[in-house]
């Protein structure tokens, strides 16, 4: 185990990471795809903190360090284990019974890798954009870390890039138009997926569209700035549309996610008539016909004839199960690259 903070490598965003090194990722899911097992992790376990519910996150990362012969362990803070204080200079008297500080270097001394899980607090963008309880382990951990879903989603990115690289069957995705669009929610979600996907498509040289209700529904300026830095690093375009049929129209690529308005963070009650005029964004066969044969996909849950139609989910252009699927392969991928740091 590495014991140097500086040098150590995490699995915090892909935007940390350089092109070659994500492209030596996917290459590697796709070994593990076609070979099931390996003794990569071999006498080697992974932590997997939990601090949100998960279904797919939490059966593919256990079910992958099985495959490479290590041993994952599950905690979930506030249930299993001690509730966590993040903040230094704290005086601990509620909740909390230990301090990151503890919890992170503890950890590191057992296991040799830590995945995290922790969404947002939907009470304060202005916090809750510093990824707090990720980097606190991250700063804290003598082992790397995996960011499981905190205010992105690195490893949804790989599995999608993925599938879409298995479905056009090229690694090479520049000249495609990929629409990520918005749809509506009953409940103001995470722009986690968004965030992300809008980093990995950007990244991989794609034209890309943001297709959102209004300008309140524009992500948040990191990753805007990010998109903006990638199409002048990778090609590719990036723009903004409140328009469906010109943003569908060509398409090749159609990735929906709901997700709250920033603007309205933590004050959802305002936000929620806003909302409920855009149920019209749904993902259906109409919107579909307009792409160029288009590939439809989502990061899963969805709410069917919300998100989108049945239609839509049983058609063969959905790659949604694809794409769950590949998050096995691509964390297998993460989890066998950063344990032989």
């Known amino acids: 185990m590495s014991s140097n903070h500086s040098t150590l490598k995490h699995f915090l965003n892909t935007q940390d990471w350089d092109r070659d090194d994500l492209d030596a990722l996917l290459s590697q899911a796709v070994w593990f795809k076609r ?13 997997l903190v939990f601090f949100n519910p998960s279904m797919r996150t939490r059966t593919s990362f256990e079910l992958g360090a099985f495959h490479l012969g290590g041993h994952a362990i599950v905690l979930q803070p506030g249930k299993d ?10 005086v ?12 992170a270097t503890v950890l590191g001394r057992y296991v040799d890798l830590i995945g995290v899980r922790a969404f947002p607090k939907f ?14 382990f991250a700063r804290y951990s003598t082992v790397p870390v995996i960011n499981m879903e905190t205010i992105t989603h690195p490893c949804q990115e790989l599995a999608h890039i993925l599938a879409l690289r298995e479905h056009f069957q090229t690694d090479d995705l520049r000249g495609k138009k990929y ?7 009953p409940k103001a979600l995470n722009t ?5 996907a809008l980093t990995i498509a950007t990244r991989m040289g794609m034209d890309v569209t943001l297709l959102c209700p209004t300008s309140d ?5 990191r990753y805007m700035q990010w998109a903006e830095g990638n199409v002048a690093e990778s090609g590719g375009s990036f723009t903004v549309s409140h328009d469906i049929e010109s943003a569908y129209r060509g398409a090749d690529v159609v990735y929906a996610k709901s997700w709250g308005a920033l ?60 794409e769950a699927e590949n998050r096995l392969h691509v964390q297998k991928a993460i989890m066998a690259a950063l344990a032989s740091q």
């Not at 629409?179 to 929610?185: F, G, I, Q």
């Not at 529904?217 to 300026?221: A, N, Q």
């Not at 899963?300 to 694809?322: E, F, H």
Request: contains cysteine; hydrophobic residues 40%; negative net charge.
């Open 35 to 47: 070979h099931k097992l390996s003794d990569s992790l071999k006498g080697k376990s992974i932590a």
């Open 81 to 90: 284990a001690w509730p966590i204080e993040f903040e230094l200079g704290r």
């Open 92 to 103: 601990m008297d509620g909740e909390a019974e230990e301090h990151i500080a503890e919890v």
């Open 123 to 136: 009470v304060d963008w202005s916090i809750d954009r510093k990824d707090h309880v990720l980097r606190s």
């Open 179 to 185: 629409v990520l669009t918005w749809v509506y929610h």
């Open 192 to 196: 986690a997926v968004a965030n992300s």
């Open 217 to 221: 529904y524009v992500l948040d300026r």
């Open 263 to 322: 603007p309205f963070f933590g004050n959802w009650d305002a936000e929620k008539p806003i909302r409920d005029q855009y149920r019209h964004f749904i993902v259906d066969e109409a919107k579909m016909a307009m792409t160029h044969h288009g590939v439809f996909s989502h990061c899963l849950p969805l709410r069917r004839n919300i998100k989108a139609t049945d239609a839509v989910m049983d058609s063969p252009q959905c790659i949604a199960i694809d």
